[in-house]
């Protein structure tokens, strides 16, 4: 079955700088790359996905971008703020979606 | 629509108890997916349906664990017995299609087994 596989599993960083999360996965057939995010106590919310004909998808502060030949994709934050803090996890979808370990995001004012 | 909607929120148990989650999905998604969370094994599919049929229990930890869906806007999930080791956050979550589109995720149920 499928694999995903997160890093970091945790990211410090200041307010304004840039927040980068990479996730792998093992089964070339995946087509569909979400991504979560869970604030203490609540569930996870979906902030931005994207297909396997997309390489790059971009909301805001938001970006994910899609390696499909290396099998990764990463999501990237820019002028981070205190709110971004947060687990963050990557999941990959053939017929059902495996999610990677999380990322703990902590952003230091 | 208010959502994925999961019952109860909280629920404390004493080891060797039944004990049964509730979820009802949002109206009209074809898919329902049931998820464990624990600090140790992070998000893990239990089982799917789809059109209240369980596609995919491979997830499902053990033969202490089953799970139904009687209608399209109702599905339990139920423990018999309740180990210690089960207790950890349980969500449900609703999609049109599987696959390619959303998961919207409920409240969640916060289960702890003495």
């Known amino acids: 079955g499928e694999n995903v596989e997160q890093h970091p599993s945790t990211l410090s960083v200041q307010e304004g700088d840039s927040a980068v999360i990479k996730c792998t996965y093992s089964d070339s057939a995946s087509n569909y790359f979400p991504w979560y995010k869970q604030e203490l106590g609540k569930r996870p919310q979906l902030i931005i996905d994207i297909r396997s004909n997309v390489g790059e998808k971009k909301d805001q502060r938001i970006a994910v971008t899609l390696n499909k030949t290396a099998k990764h994709f990463s999501l990237h934050i820019t002028e981070t703020q205190p709110e971004d803090s947060a687990v963050y996890f990557c999941?990959?979808?053939?017929?059902?979606?495996?999610f990677g370990a999380g990322t703990r995001l902590t952003v230091k004012p | 629509d208010a959502g994925v909607i999961q019952s109860p929120r909280h629920e404390v148990t004493e080891m060797g108890q039944e004990v049964t989650l509730r979820c009802k999905p949002i109206?009209?998604?074809?898919?329902l997916f049931w998820y464990r969370q624990t600090m140790m094994r992070g998000l893990e599919l239990l089982i799917y349906?789809?059109?209240?049929?369980?596609?995919?229990d491979s997830g499902m930890p053990e033969d202490r664990f089953s799970a139904k869906m009687p209608n399209a806007s109702f599905s339990t999930l139920k423990i018999q017995p309740s180990e210690p080791r089960d207790s950890a956050v349980y969500f449900c979550a609703s999609s049109l299609r599987q696959g390619q589109n959303i998961q919207y995720f409920g409240a969640g149920t916060r289960l702890s087994v003495l």
């Open positions: 999941a990959a979808s053939i017929i059902d979606m495996r």
């Open positions: 349906f789809n059109n209240n049929v369980p596609i995919d």
């Open positions: 109206s009209g998604h074809d898919y």
